[in-house]
C-alpha cells in the first residue's frame, strides 16, 4: 500500500516561513512527478508546485520566488519551504503523487495525502 503523510503546517504569521513534507511510504512504480496541492476556503484546489523524476520544477504565478519544492529520493519525503508566506497562502496543503505505467502514458496524479492546514494571519 502507498500512504502520503503531510507534516508540518501550522499557524505562523505574515512574512514567516513553514517547511512541509510529505513522507511516502510503499514503492510506487514509475514515479514521474509529485506535487503540492492547496484548497482554500471557497476555492478550488490548485497546484502549487510539482517536480519530475528528472528534477524538473513547476510553480504557480503566486509563489513563485517564495516557495521552493524538493525532494530526497533517498528518504522517499517530499518537501515544500514556504518562505515571506501571505494571507492568501492560508489553505490545506497536499501532496500528491504521479506514476505511469510507460513513458508514452499520462503522467496522472494517483495518490494524495490527507492534507494540512495552513493559516497565515496579519
Known amino acids: 500500500q502507498v500512504q502520503l503523510v503531510e507534516s508540518g503546517g501550522g499557524s505562523v504569521q505574515a512574512g514567516g516561513s513553514l517547511k512541509l513534507s510529505c513522507a511516502v511510504s510503499?514503492?510506487?512504480?514509475?514515479?514521474?512527478?509529485m506535487g503540492w496541492y492547496r484548497q482554500a476556503p471557497g476555492k478550488e484546489r490548485e497546484l502549487v508546485s510539482d517536480?519530475?523524476?528528472?528534477?524538473?520544477?513547476n510553480y504557480a504565478n503566486s509563489v513563485k520566488g517564495r516557495f521552493t519544492i524538493s525532494q530526497d529520493n533517498a528518504k522517499n519525503t517530499l518537501y515544500l519551504q514556504m518562505n515571506s508566506l501571505e494571507i492568501e497562502d492560508t489553505a490545506v496543503y497536499s501532496c500528491?503523487?504521479?506514476?505511469?505505467?510507460?513513458?508514452?502514458?499520462?503522467?496522472?496524479?494517483?495518490?494524495w495525502g490527507q492534507g494540512t492546514q495552513v493559516t497565515v494571519s496579519s
Open positions: 510503499g514503492y510506487i512504480n514509475n514515479r514521474c512527478r
Open positions: 500528491a503523487a504521479a506514476s505511469r505505467r510507460t513513458l508514452w502514458d499520462a503522467c496522472d496524479y494517483k495518490y
Open positions: 517536480i519530475s523524476a528528472g528534477g524538473t520544477t
